[in-house]
């Protein structure tokens, strides 16, 4: 059974750092790119990127290029998604999912989700 | 960017009758070399993640109930549920992964009538 776990919620500062996880389990993560998809409160799904496992290449939508950071450990089948410098609108919930063996394919399966709070 | 549209925001139908979801791209999401439109449609029920009905415009992923169905070519969609059912009751949303970056309609809202 495929499953995507993510970390739990966080409650952070403006200006702080940031790094949440998703860890994949029944199927070979390193064969599959995993997406990162932003929900707003309120708002639809925004992509923001996603990361091929296998060789950590990276494709980033412009509208978050230079604003996170993904990363992949695959000795433990998991995702990263960072920030360096928060700000109160990164406020949303942040999904990954495992998409295809290409690049260029929709979302298969989600994680649960991860809301991440800044506030001051 | 390939801006995505859907029609209606919002729809009530009753119980058992048709609901039919539209979504239209700014730009053809069709790769002539496979013939395969890079279209996708999620199920979002509050408090859940998206859950995947249909790839490539037409192709019900596994485990999906056959009452939904999708069609379309090109820059025209559709999403029809033939059959609703209570549990349907969601948010739906189309997706392009035809053209980075990827993108998602604003998706429309399913309740019952």
């Known amino acids: 059974e495929v499953q995507l776990v993510q970390s739990g919620a966080e409650v952070k500062k403006p200006g702080e750092s940031l790094k949440i996880s998703c860890q994949g389990s029944g199927y070979t993560f390193s064969n599959y790119w995993i997406a990162w998809v932003r929900h707003m409160p309120g708002k639809g799904l925004e992509w923001m990127g996603s990361?091929?496992?296998?060789?950590?290449?990276?494709k980033y939508s412009p509208s978050f290029q230079g604003q996170v950071t993904f990363s992949v450990d695959k000795s433990i089948s998991t995702a990263y998604l960072q920030w360096s410098n928060l700000k109160a609108s990164d406020t949303a919930i942040y999904y990954c999912a495992k998409s295809g063996t290409s690049a260029y394919s929709g979302c298969s399966f989600w994680g649960q989700g991860t809301l991440v709070t800044v506030s001051s | 960017d390939i801006v995505m549209t859907q029609s209606p925001d919002s729809l009530a139908v009753s119980l058992g009758e048709r609901a039919t979801i539209n979504c239209k791209s700014s730009?053809?999401?069709?790769?002539?070399?496979?013939?395969?439109?890079?279209l996708a449609w999620y199920q979002q029920k509050p408090g859940q993640p998206p859950k995947l009905l249909i790839y490539?415009?037409?192709t019900r992923e596994s485990g999906v109930p056959d009452r939904f169905s999708g069609s379309g070519s090109g820059t025209d969609f559709t999403l029809t549920i033939s059959s609703l059912q209570a549990e349907d009751v969601a948010v739906y949303y189309c997706?392009?992964?035809?053209?980075?970056?990827?993108?998602f309609g604003p998706g429309t809202k399913v309740d019952i009538k």
């Open positions: 990361i091929n496992p296998g060789g950590s290449d990276t």
């Open positions: 997706h392009q992964y035809y053209n980075i970056p990827f993108t």
């Open positions: 730009q053809s999401v069709l790769y002539n070399s496979n013939n395969k439109n890079y």
């Open positions: 490539w415009a037409s």
